[in-house]
């Protein structure tokens, strides 16, 4: 043991600055909540607080219903309640989150999950508002559509990026995105259409939004200017003390270092936070041979 405590270990895991980790923490804090209600309900405690809880965060595809309940169309991105659910969703979102954010910066991890799942949820009710008949209401939750937007964002960046699956080995990411998308449209006849639309409207998302973004549009500009300025009020209203992170984010060496090794590695953490921001494109040439070069020294 090394003496820290749970929340400290949180609180450490959260100020990493990567913001899958946060998107972690809620989907796996609000799956918790929901099974200790549920746990409740199980040993006949009370209904309520479980049935109360669930028809908040859930989205609701009837429209007067929705109209009361605007918010699930974010929160229902978060909730799941199935164990095997919520894992893969977790595990494909640690997977390919990292992956998205190691080439496009952190900035846009968040929008690009809430966009995907937007998306999904809007497809998921007007499928069923074509479907069911008028008055009739479905419920839909998990992250699977915010997850699929950003597997088909790093298939459309990088097809051809090879990742390694447990009894398959290798496969480029474009193959196993097509092999997503083939699955979800036969499983549309099995049942859960709704949730099957929903998918492949975040994966259309996706593929859209690196497209866009590729010819210098980023539609997720808004909801980062939104998180940075609420991020810039908070550090504005703290309390003036001294810095104690590691290494400023912004530091450009302006002395003369004592020795060549200080010098190189300074060099090399100024280039791993440009990363960290901005994703590895923001790079220039000689940036990444200057990285190819000492990064495994």
Known sequence: MNGTSFQSDIRYWLRQGNTVNHLLLWNIAIFVILGLLNLLRYVGVSDLAFIFTYDQLVLHSELGVFLHKPWGLITYMF??????????????LFWFGNLFRSFLGDKRVLPLYLLGGITGGLVYMLCFYLLLPPGADATLLGASASVMALLLACATLMPNYEIGLLLIGSIRLK??????????LISIPQGNIGGML?????????????????????????????????????????????????????????????????????????????INEKGIESLSAEEKAWLDKHSQD
């Open 175 to 184: 193959w196993l995105a097509l092999a997503i998308i083939v699955l979800d």
């Open 198 to 274: 929903a998918h492949l409207g975040g994966a259309l998302l996706g593929f859209v939004y690196v497209k866009l973004l590729q010819n210098g549009t980023d539609l997720g500009q808004p909801i980062i200017w939104v998180t940075e300025t609420l991020s810039g009020a908070r550090k504005a209203a703290g309390p003036k003390t001294k810095r104690s992170s590691f290494k400023p984010k912004k530091s450009p060496l302006k002395v003369v270092k004592k020795n060549a090794v200080e010098n190189k590695q300074l060099k090399l953490d100024q280039l791993l936070d440009k």
């Open 79 to 92: 909730t799941h309640l199935g164990i095997f659910h919520i894992f893969f969703n977790m595990l494909n």
